[in-house]
């Protein structure tokens, strides 16, 4: 597939040649860890990268465009078969490892997938897709015996990095549908590129000497955000624990200084309460020696209240920056700056900050009415959005591409207004998207799995505000005689979606409200969470 609208199509370019050059420019830098432990320099971390991509082409035959998919962990060796793919020339398919074993199942026969590299965590979920799902190979365990033979791939000169177009696909970033099918946003190296510039322009440089870490999953958030960082040659850093908390936090800072990480508000606000890091923010800025080596803290996928946010800037200082994004322009629509942050004594602070920033540097942002015009300050409407970031199309999926980049434009779904100057605020999600402790779930997918239980008439699932998740998922649902149990509904839902999409809550009723065409009235749904008489 070649990108036909958007791509980022200007020329050749390999993102994996960041590797290579990093290898040749600083070889005994560290190039990723676990905690303070190197676990490899960016001269390891090249011969390994080649090593591996001329095993994968070898091993199986593999030609440039082939898809590989990542389900994953995140630690050392996700990097490594990433950029692996991309040296062979081949398609990176991460692959959120905390889907169901159906749902990973239709991403892996949808992408045309060859190999799947895993982990001993996933194995048992990713192995047995092996002659169920179409054109699937084999499952390579990393580490493990053939990962460790893949490493050691000897074939004399594992060759330079495969040659690609900018305009060639290098993600595919697998998105949730309205229609309960993901849809696989094509990402180009070009794309990539553009959204690593971006970061650079409007978050901030980066050096060889900084560090990223990844709390949050490569498949997604970390994993763009993390480009920049390998481009520039900083280290990738792994948390120990694999579950980041506070003390753990503070002990990374002492080691590697530059540090920045992507998180979902709910981990901002949990470190930001953290007893470990209120203790080190409560002498003030100034005595703040624990936060020295925080650079900044990327946060985006959900919202974020204000009052969260100003524990946050309490305990971090002014190291915050937010970005609004989809997976079809990766991350990169808007952005709320440091400096936006720290300018506490704007009048319009506390606004802005309830906001998601001004347009990147390299898109166009409209927001447009139901006849495509412009809308004046104030008037909300839906979020258009065009430029080299914006995905080349959905992978097979013509008719959901031409509907999605109609007119040359990224249509988002999303409704939101600019303000007089130009600062964008979100007002609601049109296609009706959940997000919950930053992941995203499309109702439409739990309404599916929870109408195959034979005692569900009609179901319609609605997000509600949550204090601790940002949002968490509730199901009307109409019986058709005697209600089923919650337990009985849980697993109907545990037998076909991942368990973060399950309803927290069910509310039997006798029916949905409906408009004269039958469409379920959800905005009244979501009304009933804010009355007092609920």
Known sequence: MTATRGGGDFGVMNIATWVERNALRIPDRPAHAVGDTVTATWAEFAGRVGRLAAGLRARWGLEPGDRVAIVMSNCPEYLEAQFAIWYAGLVAVPVNARLHREEIAYILEHSGTSVVVTDAEHAETVAPLVGVVAGL?????????????????DSGDPGAVVPREAGDPAWLFY???????????????????????????DIGPVAAYDSVLHAA?????SGLYGLPHIAKGAVSVFPRSGALDGAE??????????????AAPIMVRRLAHDPALAAAGSEGLAGMAGMAGLKTIIYGGAPMYLPDLEAALETFGPRL????????????????????HGDRDHPQWRTRMQSVGTPRTDVEVRVVGPDGEDLPAGEPGEILVRGPVVMAGYWRQPEATA?????????????GSFDEAGYLTLHDRSKDLIISGGMNIYPREVEEAL????????????????????????????????????????ETCLARIARFKRPKEYRFVGSLPTNNYGKVLKRELRELFTDPAD
């Not at 999953?217 to 958030?221: A, M, N, Q, T």
């Not at 997000?463 to 509904?489: I, M, Q």
């Open 451 to 490: 109408m195959t239980h034979p005692g569900v008439q009609a179901v319609a699932v609605v997000g509600r505000p949550d204090p601790e998740w940002g949002e968490s998922v509730v199901a009307f649902v109409v019986p058709r005689e005697e209600a089923p149990s919650e337990s009985d509904l849980d």
């Open 175 to 201: 998105t949730s549908g309205t229609t309960g099918r993901p849809k696989g946003a094509t990402l180009t190296h070009g794309n990539l590129l553009m959204a690593s510039l971006s970061y650079f322009a």
């Open 249 to 262: 936090l503070l002990e990374l800072l002492a080691h590697w200084p530059g540090m920045s990480f992507f």
């Open 217 to 221: 999953p490569l498949s997604h958030g």
């Open 137 to 153: 190979q084999e499952v390579v365990v990393a580490p493990g015996e053939q990962w460790d033979a893949l490493c050691a791939h």
């Open 403 to 415: 509907e999605t980049l109609r007119g040359g434009w990224l249509h988002t779904g999303d409704v």
């Open 321 to 340: 920056a937010q970005i609004y994004g989809q997976g079809e322009t990766p991350m990169t629509i808007t952005a709320l700056t440091l400096a936006d």
